[in-house]
């Protein structure tokens, strides 16, 4: 299926902003210690690849960059997740490049999808966590997820221990809940567009 670089490019913002805006929903308003930031970053890498994902990842972060300077006067060094978002979406990829494994049956789709979700979450819980590690104390928000993440603190543990062991429970969740959700949108969006061509 052929995409115009416009039509592309169009629907990574759209996707960016609606990424923007779940991840206040979730974590503002609901104050949920889970991050759904990546839904549509998958559905991004299931419909167009791992480059426009990546591309989706940069514009969201760049977006709640300028909300936390604007509300705040500091990022709090959000930026440097970009690292854990391109660690998501290749071990993503790798599992899902050959799309035709995803047609198989529901089946084999959810082993894919659900073994992607948790080896992303595992190989993202050690990137995040040694970046949580060098930032720390340079933080300043007072994040929902910070409370759940350092809750070993006290522990016979090093924080860089801590950073990596307390996120793996909520990353893997987090994970698998954002790649099925991606995975929905990635069809819905097909349906869509195939009804759109008819």
Known sequence: MKYTTFKIFVSI??????DFFANIFFLDVLHAPLFFDTIFMMAALFIFGPAA??????IYI????VKLSLLYGKTDHVYFYALS??????VTWFFSRRKE?????????FLYLFTAAVVAGFACSVVSGVISYFTYNMNHKN????????AFKGEPFNILA??????????ILDRVITTFAGFGVYKLYLNFKNRGSN
């Open 53 to 58: 994902a990546f591309l989706e990842y940069v």
């Open 143 to 150: 994040w929902t997820f910070d409370h759940v993440i350092f």
């Open 101 to 109: 494994n995803l047609q198989k049956g529901v089946n084999n789709t």
């Open 62 to 65: 760049s977006i709640v960059c």
């Open 13 to 18: 913002i759209i996707f960016s902003i609606l």
């Open 162 to 171: 801590i950073a990596i062991l307390g996120r793996i429970p909520i990353t």
């Open 85 to 90: 978002a391109l660690t998501i979406i290749f």
